[in-house]
């Protein structure tokens, strides 16, 4: 019994804190590095993941939404905030990316909450819409997200998600019991930088 209660108890810790919560950020945004890679440059990826399209923010979610698991990232961090655009960090059920927050996202959230989106949400669910995918010159992410794990910086961009759309959807807090690998330092998504011919072999020397 107590052998059983032990293996129970393991599963339980691996397990998402939340069933909404999905491996999806690999899978989406790998092949799109890959494909980018090889363009002449970096471009921005508009609609990456459609607008929420909610009748209201607390309004039932309709199947299609609760099914896409892109809808739901975790909130670890926030980094910066500069001009009422906030650089933060989230994850899915796997990994962590870097975010971007519009001045207009944080406006609509937090007259929708009545809460700073900074405050008391770490480790919180949001529900996201509305989301581009950029990418960043190392240097910036220096500066905005503060990066400086040396696997990353040796990077020349960084895709990041920029989110125009999102609300809280668990303010529950849940802390994990195990720490989550950034997306970039995962060997499928390295291999996929290496098509980078003229921007990955350059390295960003900047401070």
């Known amino acids: ?122 480790n919180t669910i949001f529900l996201i819409g509305r989301v581009s995918l950029k990418y960043v010159p190392i240097a910036q992410a220096r500066q905005s997200w503060h990066v400086n794990s040396p696997s990353v910086t040796d990077l020349h961009v960084l895709p990041v998600l920029v989110v125009d759309e999102c609300v809280a959807f668990d303010l529950d807090q849940v802390i994990p019991h195990r720490a989550f690998p950034y997306l970039y330092e995962q060997d499928k998504f390295l291999d996929c930088m290496k098509d980078d011919g003229k921007k990955y072999a350059k390295k960003d020397t900047s401070v």
Do not use: G
């Open 1 to 122: 019994m107590f052998v059983s209660s032990i293996i129970v108890d393991e599963w339980i810790k691996m397990r998402s804190e939340s069933v909404y919560l999905r491996s999806w950020l690999e899978a989406s945004i790998c092949p799109m590095v890959r494909a980018h890679s090889r363009a002449p440059m970096w471009p921005q990826v508009h609609h990456f993941i459609p607008k929420l399209d909610l009748k209201s923010p607390d309004s039932h979610l309709p199947p299609r939404i609760v099914a896409d698991a892109r809808r739901f990232v975790k909130v670890t961090r926030f980094h910066k905030i500069n001009k009422f655009r906030v650089y933060a960090s989230a994850r899915d059920d796997c990994c962590v990316v870097l975010v971007e927050f519009t001045p207009k996202c944080v406006a609509r959230f937090e007259r929708y909450h009545r809460l700073r989106i900074t405050a008391e949400t770490t």
